[in-house]
């Protein structure tokens, strides 16, 4: 089966603009996470997505955002980008086993490269 | 605020060798994960152990979780070049299975 797909695999932007991100999610699957993966931060969790609704939030300025359509597919949106906001991002999705938070494995994207000049 | 530490950062080691990874926290987690990202990927999940002093083994790399479900390691037996990549552990809490804390990771080179 197709696995987690992020569109577009590398973008570069100047400061100041704004960035979306697309992931659809491996069908089936619910629940859609977002990390960013930088060399100096590693992979942090930025926010996840379930049936639409933000579930879970990491510690990102509110200029990271994001939100779920009823098929499952997400979008995160970077506003006013900064130089450090240039990473990998990563997003995962997880079909819901046990409960809205329950157990089930993490299936990532090959992720988006973004590049902040 | 990175709350797991991986050691080593950096392991070149040669086919046939034996290593072993180590992941530390100060916190307990439900449960943790070991990964493998290869270049342009997204990490693979390899395994999850989720009871303090479980062992488990997939093939030639063996994992451990800590008795106090803070710390756990990977042991990979007679490396080969195909296991080369960054290896990273990911604990999570009791309810929030897709808010995964990651580790510093461990960039590993195996050569012929």
């Known amino acids: 089966k197709a696995g987690v797909t992020q569109t577009p695999r590398y973008l570069i932007k100047t400061r100041g603009q704004q960035v979306t991100l697309s992931c659809s999610p491996i069908?089936?699957?619910?629940?859609v996470s977002w990390y960013q993966q930088t060399p100096g931060q590693g992979l942090q969790f930025l926010f996840e997505?379930?049936?639409?609704?933000?579930?879970n939030k990491g510690n990102f300025p509110g200029r990271f955002s994001g939100r779920q359509f009823s098929n499952s597919r997400s979008e995160m949106n970077v506003s006013t980008l900064e130089l450090g906001d240039s990473a990998l991002y990563l997003c995962?999705?997880?079909?819901?086993?046990?409960?809205?938070?329950?157990?089930?494995?993490?299936?990532f994207g090959e992720g988006s490269r973004l590049t902040v000049l | 605020t990175q709350l797991l530490e991986q050691s080593p950062q950096f392991l070149s080691i040669q086919e046939g060798e034996n290593l072993t990874v180590y992941c530390n926290s100060s916190?307990?987690?439900?449960?943790l994960q070991w990964y493998r990202q290869e270049p342009g990927e997204g990490p693979v999940l390899l395994v999850t152990?989720?009871?303090?002093?479980e062992v488990k083994k997939l093939k030639r790399l063996t994992f451990q979780f800590g008795d106090a479900r803070k710390d756990s390691s990977l042991h990979i037996t007679a490396a080969q070049p195909g296991d080369t990549g960054l290896y990273l552990c990911?604990?999570?809490?009791?309810?929030?299975?897709?808010?995964?804390?990651f580790g510093t990771g461990t960039r590993l080179q195996v050569t012929l």
């Open positions: 990911a604990g999570a809490h009791t309810g929030t299975a897709s808010k995964l804390t």
């Open positions: 995962a999705s997880r079909r819901i086993t046990s409960g809205v938070s329950g157990t089930g494995e993490l299936f």
């Open positions: 997505y379930f049936s639409e609704t933000q579930r």
């Open positions: 152990v989720v009871t303090g002093g």
């Open positions: 916190s307990v987690f439900s449960s």
């Open positions: 069908s089936g699957h619910r629940s």
